[in-house]
Nanobody
Framework: QVQLVESGGGLVQAGDSLRLSCAIS????????MSWFRQAPGKEREFVAG????????EYADSVKGRFTISRDNDKKTGWLQMNSLKPEDTGVYYC???????????????????RGKGTLVTVSS
């Protein structure tokens, strides 16, 4: 059974940091890219960051560049999203998802992801 389980969300103040984790099971994580998406209240789900299957390439949304860092450990079958200098506009449900196998580019379409987690809520107060 495929599972992507996000954790690490919570309520923080503007300027704080959070580290989200995504624990993977049920598929060969080693060959799939991994991405993070988020959905703010009343808004469309959007791409936040992606990392290629081997960690050799990353991509970030302009709104998080320089503040967020995506990483992965294939041996631990886990991915992370380090979020620094959080802003109220970063509030939303964060989802990890599996992009295509052996990807070198990143899809920004959540519905195109091969597998998806259920999300973890991040709330940033001003």
């Amino acid at each position: 059974q495929v599972q992507l389980v996000e954790s690490g969300g919570g309520l923080v103040q503007a300027g704080d940091s959070l580290r989200l984790s995504c624990a993977i099971s049920g598929y060969n994580f080693n060959i799939y890219g991994m991405s993070w998406f988020r959905q703010a209240p009343g808004k469309e789900r959007e791409f936040v960051a992606g990392i290629s299957w081997n960690g050799g390439a990353t991509e970030y949304a302009d709104s998080v560049k320089g503040r967020f860092t995506i990483s992965r450990d294939n041996d631990k079958k886990t991915g992370w999203l380090q979020m620094n200098s959080l802003k109220p506009e970063d509030t939303g449900v964060y989802y990890c998802a599996a992009d295509r196998p052996f990807n070198t580019q990143f899809s920004h379409d959540y519905n195109a992801m091969d597998y998806r987690g259920k999300g973890t809520l991040v709330t940033v107060s001003s």
